[in-house]
Nanobody, 123 residues
């Protein structure tokens, strides 16, 4: 059983930056593909970014490419989402998730979830 705890959310003006962190415990972190998802009010949870077991491969959705960067530190059991040039449409609850499956992007494919952290971008 893997436990995930996100931190780093908050309120920021458009154009600003935030760094989300997710601390994992209870499992062998390097065996999991890690992902970030987000859910805006009234919308379904959507995939944002994922990173492979060793960190050598990552993928972002088009709307955040060039602005968001996912990274991981297997020695510290953490995964990070660096968010730059934030836009009001990035406002959502952001979730960290883990999967033992191969590189996947669907919410249904992830086994473990954090409680979420709120990101609010004001215009």
């Amino acid at each position: 059983q893997v436990q995930l705890v996100e931190s780093g959310g908050g309120l920021v003006q458009a154009g600003g930056s935030l760094r989300l962190s997710c601390a994992a415990s209870g499992g062998t972190f390097s065996r999991y593909v890690m992902g970030w998802f987000r859910q805006a009010p009234g919308k379904e949870r959507e995939f944002v970014a994922a990173i492979s077991w060793g960190g050598g491969r990552s993928h972002n959705i088009d709307s955040v490419k060039g602005r968001f960067t996912i990274s991981r530190d297997n020695a510290k059991n953490t995964v990070t989402l660096q968010m730059n040039s934030l836009k009001p449409e990035d406002t959502a609850v952001y979730y960290c998730a883990a999967t033992s499956r191969a590189y996947v992007y669907s919410t249904a494919d992830y086994d473990y979830w954090g409680q979420g952290t709120q990101v609010t971008v004001s215009s």
